[in-house]
């Protein structure tokens, strides 16, 4: 299918405006990871995208060669927030942080970008904050203020942020979690953000973090909404230029690996945490502005899909069961990149009730309940869903127990439990 009116090709890096890229991977044409599919005789006409990084020699951004029409992308989104014990947790984390460190009094005006069904505004709601969502998600605005969570179904921009601050003030917290990574103009949403802060008021972004998705090879992770891969001193090369200061970060688990940024005005009252240029110093020492450590991530990324491939198609070839754990957007790209389909995966399964009777991207898998797996006798499971590894691995201990191996994609293929 033709789309050449809905993908752009990336020129000047988003985050400095150089032009000196250097390649790192390219998947060649894939699916968007999220674009679902009924069950049909044939699928001659399902669209497929660039899908390549590059990263920038100047910033050290990690960027999609091609961006999506973000109308495509957006205005009907199927992914919703995970109501796993993991995140759930980490959503009470970031609200005490917020609370704890920054001293965000009760009562203040807290406003999430990109807030999703507004679970994690819910949470700041019960820490006694007044909130207000923003997503251009039709859908999923719908379901936001049914839930008691205001929402507008607008994508953030200078215009978006003008409006909030004339009918509802100024915010003392502007969040952004797991989505700023998937905005092409952030210099508009830099520029609104600027506008609404006040002199101690925080904008606190959370993204997967370059250093672990290098070390751990999380090459799944790259999927046309992820249109940006951060380092700490990316981030405040961009904020520079907006007259905006990072102040603090902080490491986190979930998602495989990310980071808690905390910016305020250049000018503002906050002063810098040391862990600024602490993980500055980690990113210079791991080689993140060296060339040589985005050309050791292309070797790992073929070996990976390369031993991956090969070991479920041995396993199958003993006559063992294997389907996939999860529908996750980045097993979607697991699954193209390496070539897996149902000859391989005999299916998916998924809590996500509309993901269940649909089929998966590019590789037509179809997407079953937990209940249909369980009625399964299935040998292995390939864990796509690895970032809640912990927690499935605990809630399918009779799985386990009776013989059944899950298969971990990263850092390097594996079997748990081993031996088998």
Not at 269 to 284: D, F, N, Q, Y
């Amino acid at each position: 299918m033709d789309i050449s009116g809905t993908a752009r090709e990336v020129t000047a890096c988003r985050m400095c405006g150089e032009e000196d890229w250097q390649k790192v991977v390219d998947f060649g044409p894939v699916p968007l990871a999220d674009s679902f599919l009924e069950p049909a005789a044939s699928y001659d006409d399902e669209p497929r995208y660039p899908l390549a990084v590059i990263s920038c020699r100047s910033c050290r951004l990690m960027s999609l060669t091609h961006v999506v029409d973000p109308e495509a992308l957006y205005r009907t989104y199927p992914y919703t927030t995970s109501d796993s014990e993991t995140i759930k947790k980490h959503m009470g984390h970031v609200v005490a942080v917020c609370v704890e460190r920054f001293g965000i009094p009760e009562g203040s005006f807290v406003l999430e970008i990109g807030s999703n069904t507004g679970s994690q505004l819910k949470a700041f709601q019960n820490a006694g904050m007044r909130t207000l969502g923003i997503d251009p998600a039709r859908n999923i605005a719908v379901v936001a203020n049914e839930r008691g969570v205001e929402t507008l179904p607008e994508f953030f921009s200078v215009d978006t942020a003008a409006l909030v601050k004339k009918t509802y003030g100024t915010p003392q917290l502007i969040l952004g979690r797991h989505v700023f990574a998937h905005i092409d103009d952030v210099a508009s949403v830099a520029e609104g953000v600027r506008n609404l802060l006040g002199p101690d008021s925080l904008f606190a972004i959370e993204v997967p973090y370059l250093v672990d998705m290098l070390e751990r090879n999380e090459f799944d992770t790259i999927y046309h909404e992820h249109l940006s891969y951060f380092g700490v001193g990316t981030l405040v090369t961009l904020f520079q230029r907006h007259g905006l200061r990072v102040v603090d970060v902080e490491r986190l688990a979930v998602h495989g690996g990310s980071i808690l940024v905390f910016v305020g005005l250049d000018d503002g009252t906050r002063p810098t945490s040391p862990a600024v240029g602490e993980l500055i110093a980690l990113e210079k020492r791991t080689g993140l502005h060296e060339d040589a450590t985005y050309q050791r991530f292309a070797e790992h990324v073929e070996q990976i899909t390369g031993e991956l491939t090969a070991l479920v198609r041995s396993l199958r070839a003993e006559g063992k069961r294997i389907a996939g754990y999860g529908a996750p957007a980045k097993g979607n790209t697991l699954l193209n990149v390496c070539g897996l389909t149902t000859d391989d995966l005999e299916f998916c399964c998924d809590t996500t009730e509309f993901k269940q009777g649909l089929v998966l991207p590019g590789t037509h898998i179809p997407v079953h309940s937990p209940a249909y797996a369980k009625a399964q006798d299935i040998d292995y499971f390939l864990l796509l869903a690895w970032n809640y590894g912990e927690e499935i691995m605990a809630k399918e201990a009779a799985f386990l127990a009776r013989g059944g191996r899950f298969i971990l994609p990263n850092p390097r293929p594996s079997i748990v439990p081993s031996g088998a």
